[in-house]
T-cell receptor, first 114, second 112 residues
Framework: EPEVTQTPSHQVTQMGQEVILRCVPISNHLYFYWYRQILGQKVEFLVS????????KSEIFDDQFSVERPDGSNFTLKIRSTKLEDSAMYFC????????????FGSGTRLTVV | DQQVKQNSPSLSVQEGRISILNCDYTNSMFDYFLWYKKYPAEGPTFLISISSIKDKNEDGRFTVFLNKSAKHLSLHIVPSQPGDSAVYFCAAVSSNTGKLIFGQGTTLQVKP
């Protein structure tokens, strides 16, 4: 079964530092998403990315966040200056052409901001 | 903005019995409704979905029921197995955005 791979699995960073979370989606697909889950809370939409452009972003996705597909395969989420409240699990999702919207999620990156 | 709600944070059932997980939504524009299962330190795994034009979809031990007039859906697991113990998220999507809106999740524990 095709997989979405995320690295690193855990990232600890100091407040104010930049972090880059990486995702390798299922190849040759066009729709990608980033979600996050703060501990004990629901999974929240951050941003959708279609054909190398942002198609929609949530209120959470402010100027500190950016997404790129720098080399046509990896898909990155960058947080420019991390805050304590950015601590969460970040999930990449691949729509993979699913007609039933059963997106494939990666196993996530646990970001801890100290 | 709680467009998708799961009011029960936890549910405990005996192995072999039925598990019923519930979900309510407010947005009439949703086209599809989904259930995801999540283990700790893993991403959500797609379980089953239902189109807004249907009222039931079945896949093995899993059945999802949709009541559009009540804006309510439920997931039935029969028979429940200890391996079903996980957090279950209800999600909804409208086809014009494609983004999933998740509920808060229900932790299911199936006791042997």
């Amino acid at each position: 079964e095709p997989e979405v791979t995320q690295t690193p699995s855990h990232q600890v960073t100091q407040m104010g530092q930049e972090v880059i979370l990486r995702c390798v989606p299922i190849s040759n697909h066009l729709y990608f998403y980033w979600y996050r889950q703060i501990l004990g809370q629901k999974v929240e939409f951050l941003v959708s990315f279609y054909n190398n452009e942002i198609s929609e972003k949530s209120e959470i996705f402010d100027d500190q966040f950016s997404v790129e597909r720098p080399d046509g395969s990896n898909f990155t989420l960058k947080i420019r200056s991390t805050k304590l409240e950015d601590s969460a699990m970040y999930f990449c999702a691949d729509r993979a052409g699913a007609a039933n919207y059963g997106y494939t999620f990666g196993s996530g990156t646990r970001l801890t901001v100290v | 903005d709680q467009q998708v709600k799961q009011n029960s944070p936890s549910l405990s059932v005996q192995e072999g019995r039925i598990s019923i997980l519930n979900c309510d939504y407010t947005n009439s524009m949703f086209d599809y409704f989904l259930w995801y299962k999540k283990y700790p330190a893993e991403g959500p795994t797609f379980l089953i979905s239902i189109s807004s034009i249907k009222d039931k979809n079945e896949d093995g031990r899993f059945t999802v029921f949709l009541n559009k007039s009540a804006k309510h859906l439920s997931l039935h697991i029969v028979p429940s197995q200890p391996g079903d113990s996980a957090v279950y998220f209800c999600a909804a999507v409208s086809s014009n955005t494609g983004k999933l809106i998740f509920g808060q999740g229900t932790t299911l524990q199936v006791k042997p």
